[in-house]
């Protein structure tokens, strides 16, 4: 059995029962815009959340027993969630596109020849202009307790090359059962290019310039915003995925 369905059997460090506070408060600022994928979704805590805020979201993760629990849970709690077993490598196979793609805890589980192939995954699976949001424990936290790799804000630049940008890497924290565990953490913004050439300069010196992707999220439709789910904006062409 592996290592994490294994894990799934007992109660793992990182099953706080509620998201985790640095997801949460992106989601409060807007950050995470329209349909979500929840990749390496656990059993489901994220994505759970998300759907409550009126997000489509679906969850996948290899672990079977998690996709279980999170599938009863959603359930319980009568959240449209769709949860399936899958390989965070092999995104492209769900065949479907994501505006938002949020990873809690798996960026930091990968070798490091998975991680760019987790780079390229991950575009097949957004639309162009899409982000990842990712949380991985960050090289300030102590090994003396095991745990994951930790992970450098240079290692993370380094996996996601153009077509990624890197919008911005932050200090947060992972919150766990174990107090002994301090929990710093990375939370790092990865936009897709959209694959749309620049519109011209603007002849008009009033004219401002175009909204960045996430302003243009901003301005989603009274409806969605009525709902509390931020749209994304309408994308053409797919990018290339790295
Ligand atoms: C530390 S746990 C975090 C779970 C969940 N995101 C949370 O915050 O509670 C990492 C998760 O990634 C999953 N995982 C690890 N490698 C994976 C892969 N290659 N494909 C899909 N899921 C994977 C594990 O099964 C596990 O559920």
Redesign the pocket.
């Not at 070798?111 to 300030?140: I, K, W």
């Given at each position: 059995m592996h290592f994490?369905d294994r894990a799934y059997l007992g109660a793992p460090p990182?099953?706080i029962g509620h998201p985790?506070p640095a997801f949460v408060r992106l989601e409060e600022a807007g950050e995470i815009v329209g349909r979500v994928l929840?990749?390496?979704?656990?059993?489901g805590?994220?994505a759970l959340y998300l759907a409550g805020k009126g997000h489509p979201v679906w969850g996948?993760?290899?672990?079977p027993t998690?996709i279980e629990r999170a599938s009863s849970k959603a359930r319980a709690r009568s959240l449209p969630v769709t949860f399936r077993t899958?390989?965070?490598?092999e995104l492209g196979a769900l065949g479907e596109r994501f505006d938002t793609v949020t990873d809690?805890?798996?960026f930091h589980?990968f070798l490091d020849p998975h991680r760019s192939r987790y780079a390229g995954s991950v575009a097949r699976a957004l639309v162009p202009g899409g982000r990842l949001f990712v949380l991985c424990f960050s090289e300030h936290e102590p090994t003396d307790w095991g745990g994951?790799r930790r992970v450098t804000q240079p290692e993370i630049r380094a996996t996601f090359r153009p077509p990624w940008s890197v919008r911005w890497i932050r200090e947060e924290r992972f919150e766990t059962r174990d107090p002994s565990i301090g929990g710093r953490a990375w939370l790092a913004a990865l936009e897709l290019a959209d694959g749309r050439r620049a519109p011209p300069p603007s002849t008009n010196p009033r004219a401002g310039r175009s909204l960045p992707a996430h302003r243009r999220a901003r301005a989603a439709s009274p409806t969605s915003r009525a709902r509390g789910c931020r749209r994304a904006p309408t994308r053409t062409r797919a990018a290339t995925p790295a």
């Amino acid at each position: 059995m592996h290592f994490f369905d294994r894990a799934y059997l007992g109660a793992p460090p990182w099953e706080i029962g509620h998201p985790q506070p640095a997801f949460v408060r992106l989601e409060e600022a807007g950050e995470i815009v329209g349909r979500v994928l929840d990749v390496g979704c656990g059993t489901g805590e994220l994505a759970l959340y998300l759907a409550g805020k009126g997000h489509p979201v679906w969850g996948v993760d290899f672990a079977p027993t998690a996709i279980e629990r999170a599938s009863s849970k959603a359930r319980a709690r009568s959240l449209p969630v769709t949860f399936r077993t899958a390989s965070a490598l092999e995104l492209g196979a769900l065949g479907e596109r994501f505006d938002t793609v949020t990873d809690c805890g798996l960026f930091h589980t990968f070798l490091d020849p998975h991680r760019s192939r987790y780079a390229g995954s991950v575009a097949r699976a957004l639309v162009p202009g899409g982000r990842l949001f990712v949380l991985c424990f960050s090289e300030h936290e102590p090994t003396d307790w095991g745990g994951p790799r930790r992970v450098t804000q240079p290692e993370i630049r380094a996996t996601f090359r153009p077509p990624w940008s890197v919008r911005w890497i932050r200090e947060e924290r992972f919150e766990t059962r174990d107090p002994s565990i301090g929990g710093r953490a990375w939370l790092a913004a990865l936009e897709l290019a959209d694959g749309r050439r620049a519109p011209p300069p603007s002849t008009n010196p009033r004219a401002g310039r175009s909204l960045p992707a996430h302003r243009r999220a901003r301005a989603a439709s009274p409806t969605s915003r009525a709902r509390g789910c931020r749209r994304a904006p309408t994308r053409t062409r797919a990018a290339t995925p790295a």
